[in-house]
Structure formats: C-alpha cells, structure tokens
C-alpha cells in the first residue's frame, strides 16, 4: 500500500514560481520600504511568501541580492546614442541614470559599493569609458574619472531624495521657518545665505551638480 501522491517532492506553489526577477522586485521593495540594512534573506523570503533557503537557487546570500539590485537598477538605464562630444554624452549619461536611481532612490548607493561583473552593469561603464578613452585619456586616468563621475552623481541623488531641513525643503511655511532660523544662528556667513540655504531645488542641483563635475572633467583633460 502506498500514500505518495502525485504532489509529493514538488516545491510549494510560491517557490515553483521563484525567479530572479521576481527576488529583485522583492529585494527593492524591502529597500524603498526599510532601507538596505534591512535587506536579508529572510526578509525578501517573507515579501515573496516563501522559505529564504529557496532563494539560493537563484542568488548567493545577502551579497547576492545587493548585486542583483545593482545590476538591475544599472541595467535599467536606456543609454543615449553618441554624437562625438565628450561634455554632451557624458551629460546624456548622467541624465539616463538618474530615471532608475530615483525610481528606488535608497538602492542607489549600490552602484557605488558593489563588484558587478554581468554584461548589463557592465554596460553603462563601457559607455562612459568609451567616451572618455575616445577623448584621449589612458585607462588608468580614464577609470579614475569614472569613479569621480559616479561618485558625484550618487552623491548628489541621494542628496535630492533626502533633502531635507539640512539641505533646504519646497513647501513654503517650511522654507520660511528654516530661513529664520538661519538668520538668527549668529553666524554672519549662514545668515546671508539664508534665503538660498533654505530653498532646495532637486533638478537644479543635480543639473548644478552634472555640469560642475563635468567643468572639472574637462579641465583635467586640458
């Protein structure tokens, strides 16, 4: 006599419908929800209704989930065509990687701190690298600039999708109490600054924030 079923060794319905992507989608929502110290395989198992051990068929550990993460969000950038100058496709590049960083702005510091190896992360650093190399620097000079370009743009995102009383806020009632404060702060610099300090304009600085990396950029090529 025999009790096996037909069902017997198959996995639960949630992990038979696992992917990649599905753990991705997963990962990022832990991210926008709790921040990426709140990523683990437990927690991303939970969003997806399943046991954490079933992710190790798709990803390697809690490393493995911030990669896929970066390579998503770097995979996600719709690269502009070249057109031959150096400030233009640059600038063009800088712009497509902002889209994605701000659909899930609290991944973004990902791209800076992750090893990525698969052909769409890699993809945006070949573009940028092309542009730079095609511009005469050596791939050493060409790396570093690179690294100061990302750097810069990371930086100045997760600035604009915190930007808070620190950094100056849009509503009005906000702007006018954060600048009094600063008027009053006893400090002759600050309190000129003020009306400016108070303000904070995200497309403004990121544009502010593009152009002077790339002055300094083309500088250093001179």
């Given at each position: 006599m025999t009790t096996s079923t037909g069902r017997r060794g198959r996995p639960p319905r949630g992990e038979s419908q696992l992917s990649r992507?599905?753990?991705?989608?997963?990962?990022?929502?832990?991210?926008?929800?709790?921040?990426?110290?709140?990523?683990?395989?437990?927690?991303?198992?939970?969003?997806?209704?399943?046991?954490?051990?079933s992710l190790y068929n798709h990803v390697d550990g809690k490393d493995g989930l911030l990669?896929?993460?970066?390579?998503?969000?770097?995979?996600?950038?719709?690269?502009?065509?070249r057109t031959g100058d150096l400030r233009a496709d640059l600038r063009?590049?800088?712009y497509a990687f902002r889209q994605p960083a701000l659909a899930h702005p609290e991944a973004a510091s990902l791209v800076l701190t992750r090893?990525?190896?698969?052909?769409a992360a890699l993809e945006p650093v070949d573009a940028v690298l092309a542009v730079l190399l095609d511009a005469g620097c050596s791939v050493e000079e060409s790396v570093r600039l690179l690294r100061m370009l990302v750097a810069t743009l990371v930086g100045a995102l997760l600035r604009e999708v915190n930007a808070g009383p620190t950094f100056?806020?849009?509503?009005?009632?906000?702007?006018?109490?954060?600048?009094?404060?600063?008027?009053?702060?006893?400090?002759?610099?600050?309190?000129?600054?003020?009306?400016?300090?108070?303000?904070?304009?995200?497309?403004?600085e990121y544009e502010f924030a593009v152009e002077l990396v790339l002055d300094a950029l083309v500088a250093r090529l001179r």
């Amino acid at each position: 006599m025999t009790t096996s079923t037909g069902r017997r060794g198959r996995p639960p319905r949630g992990e038979s419908q696992l992917s990649r992507a599905a753990i991705v989608t997963a990962t990022l929502r832990v991210i926008d929800e709790s921040g990426v110290g709140a990523v683990s395989m437990r927690a991303v198992g939970r969003v997806l209704g399943v046991d954490a051990k079933s992710l190790y068929n798709h990803v390697d550990g809690k490393d493995g989930l911030l990669d896929a993460v970066a390579e998503h969000l770097l995979g996600a950038i719709a690269l502009p065509a070249r057109t031959g100058d150096l400030r233009a496709d640059l600038r063009a590049i800088a712009y497509a990687f902002r889209q994605p960083a701000l659909a899930h702005p609290e991944a973004a510091s990902l791209v800076l701190t992750r090893q990525l190896s698969s052909l769409a992360a890699l993809e945006p650093v070949d573009a940028v690298l092309a542009v730079l190399l095609d511009a005469g620097c050596s791939v050493e000079e060409s790396v570093r600039l690179l690294r100061m370009l990302v750097a810069t743009l990371v930086g100045a995102l997760l600035r604009e999708v915190n930007a808070g009383p620190t950094f100056g806020t849009t509503d009005l009632a906000g702007i006018a109490q954060r600048r009094a404060v600063l008027e009053r702060s006893g400090l002759p610099a600050v309190a000129a600054a003020a009306p400016d300090l108070a303000r904070f304009d995200s497309a403004a600085e990121y544009e502010f924030a593009v152009e002077l990396v790339l002055d300094a950029l083309v500088a250093r090529l001179r």
